[in-house]
């Protein structure tokens, strides 16, 4: 069964930091290019960064870039996103996607996890 079970969100004032961490199972996770995406109310959900499957190339979102790194460790099956100067627009519920390239069907997404920033 997969799972992608994301932890880490909480409230964090402006200019704060918080770490996301997403614990995948159930597949083979070194074969799978790894995202965080995030949903604020009346958005559409939006790519946040991206990193691929053996951890050589990563991108972000012009938004993010500088304050937020996005890193995973294959032998943990784990993938993260470490986020600094947490601004108020940062505010959203994040998804962690696991996405195998080339096969549109292994497309997995967690539950998602709250992160609000806000004085």
């Known amino acids: 069964q997969v799972r992608l079970v994301e932890s880490g969100g909480g409230v964090v004032q402006p200019g704060g930091s918080l770490s996301l961490s997403c614990a995948a199972s159930?597949?083979?996770?070194?074969?799978?290019?790894m995202s965080w995406y995030r949903r604020t109310p009346g958005k559409e959900r939006e790519l946040v960064a991206t990193?691929?499957?053996?951890?050589?190339?990563?991108n972000y979102i012009a938004s993010v870039k500088g304050r937020f790194t996005i890193s995973r460790d294959n032998a943990e099956n784990t993938v993260y996103l470490r986020m600094n100067s947490l601004k108020p627009e940062d505010t959203a519920i994040y998804y962690c996607?696991?996405?195998?390239?080339?096969?549109?069907?292994?497309?997995?997404w967690g539950q998602g996890t709250q992160v609000t920033v806000s004085s």
């Open positions: 990193v691929t499957s053996s951890g050589d190339d990563i």
């Open positions: 159930g597949f083979t996770f070194t074969n799978y290019a």
């Open positions: 996607n696991a996405r195998r390239p080339g096969y549109l069907l292994y497309n997995y």
